[in-house]
């Protein structure tokens, strides 16, 4: 299966027509199966109208959408063609599915299209027209747009290089013949050359179809496409098996800090409850021995000696906040009294609770600093794995490319061969004509 780009233009009607007709305009016996997108179920002439209406309402969409009026665009269609091998055993299904399928990889599955089947060559082929203005906002595919990762760029960038690629997975999930010219061009690419993907002029294209077709090469091309099948088959392994490769490492460092984390949170619960376990005998006591002053303080302030003594213990006490004439007054109630004694013992309680805490902060810190070590041992494992296992594909990655190297340099070797050959045939055949010879 090729996919191939023809062109952008702006006539719906013009392209229309050509894909709905034979191309005397009078018959449309090459036409098979005819589908729209986005349409309503409108039909092929309807489909163009529908279209034509909505490029012709592009501005209105844009402010329905809250998008600043720009420039007039030029070109509204586009045009691709998706062209399958000879012998693949295909089924409408299969067909009409290639076409949503590459609609949705360009980013263009939410813009009106039409779809048409032709059968007037050996290999089937579809051609779609899409409408580049989008329904939803008035906005061309070919016009750059903010995408989510903050660069602008238009729908149809890279749209040779995704068609192909997806053209790849389309065969091998439905079992299709691999395309030649679509697998020579994804070679180079795997090479790091450019490749020109420019379509063929017509009169270009229909003197190349004339022209005698070279057994030798034929038979070159078969024999080369086999052992390009094999080494593109090596590269889908390869690269599926690599995928795997770097989840399972993922997964396996993701599921040693989830266990780290899993111990982390119930190890540190439990310390601070063995903390506290080891403060509640000196909780006891304090209690018990506050218990006792209270009581020994009520004993005493029942005698005239243990009221003078505590009165002067309240004056005291606010004497030091520098209230004089209010330590006097304090010291004849009891109320008072009997506070100094309960202050003394909150700031006993407070100083206990300070205490607890700078042992639970300290044993925190301690085992939150092992733990912080576990997941720097986690993770640096986790990089050494990833440099080994990069460098383990690195080398089979190179194999592969060793590979293509050598076959692209033995199938031009070959046809270089072949070419020679027949450039000498040519010469010969020429002489013997008459024609090169120098006159007498």
């Keep these: 299966m090729n996919p191939v780009e023809i062109t952008q233009g702006k006539s719906f009607k013009g392209l229309s027509q050509y894909l709905l007709q034979d191309e005397n305009r009078e018959t449309a016996e090459r036409v098979g199966w005819v589908q729209t997108f986005n349409l309503?179920?409108?039909d092929g002439d309807q489909a163009w109208r529908l279209m034509l209406a909505t490029a012709n309402s592009a501005n209105a969409l844009k402010e329905a959408a809250g998008i600043k009026k720009g420039k007039a665009v030029k070109n509204t269609v586009y045009h691709y063609s998706i062209n399958f091998n000879p012998e693949d055993e295909l089924t409408p299904d299969i067909q009409q599915r290639a076409v949503a399928d590459s609609l949705k990889v360009l980013g263009l599955d939410d813009h009106q299209a039409l779809a048409v089947e032709h059968t007037d060559k050996a290999h089937n082929h579809i051609h779609v027209?899409?409408?580049l203005i989008d329904p939803t906002n008035g906005m061309s595919a070919a016009s750059p747009q903010m995408c989510e990762d903050g660069k602008k760029r238009s729908k149809l960038?890279?749209?040779r290089r995704k068609l192909s690629k997806w053209a790849a997975k389309f065969e091998r999930d439905n079992g299709l013949n691999i395309t030649e010219g679509r697998l020579a061009n994804a070679n180079k690419r795997a090479q790091g050359e450019q490749v020109n993907a420019r379509r063929k002029k017509r009169n270009v294209h229909e003197q190349e179809k004339t022209e005698p077709t070279d057994r030798r090469k034929d038979f070159l091309k078969r024999q080369h496409n086999d052992r390009a099948k094999e080494i593109q088959s090596r590269t889908i392994e390869l690269k599926e098996r690599s995928a795997i490769e770097?989840?399972?490492l993922k997964q396996s460092y993701y599921g040693q800090k989830d266990a780290i984390r899993g111990q982390m949170s119930p190890a540190l619960k439990e310390r601070v409850a063995e903390i506290k376990t080891l403060f509640k005998p000196y909780w006891a006591d304090m209690f018990k021995r506050q218990d006792k002053e209270l009581k020994i303080f009520e004993a005493g302030d029942r005698t005239a000696i243990g009221k003078i003594w505590h009165a002067t213990a309240v004056?005291?006490?606010l004497a030091l906040n520098g209230n004089y004439l209010g330590g006097f007054v304090a010291a004849?109630?009891?109320?008072n009294r009997r506070n100094i004694v309960l202050k003394k013992h909150d700031r006993e309680r407070e100083e206990m609770r300070y205490r607890l805490q700078a042992q639970i902060d300290k044993e925190l810190s301690r085992m939150k600093a092992?733990?912080?070590r576990q997941f720097s041992r986690a993770r640096e494992k986790?990089?050494?794995r990833c440099s080994g296992l990069k460098s383990s594909q690195d080398s089979s990655w190179a194999e592969i490319r060793e590979a293509w190297q050598e076959y692209n340099n033995a199938r031009a070797a070959a046809f270089t061969q072949v070419k020679t050959r027949q450039a000498n045939v040519s010469r010969n055949l020429d002489q013997g004509r008459g024609r090169g010879r120098t006159p007498q």
């Design 382 to 384: 986790f990089l050494d």
């Design 40 to 42: 309503v179920d409108a």
């Design 332 to 335: 004849f109630s009891k109320e």
């Design 129 to 131: 027209m899409v409408n």
């Design 315 to 317: 004056f005291k006490e």
């Design 157 to 159: 960038s890279n749209s």
């Design 370 to 372: 092992d733990f912080e």
């Design 246 to 248: 770097w989840d399972a």
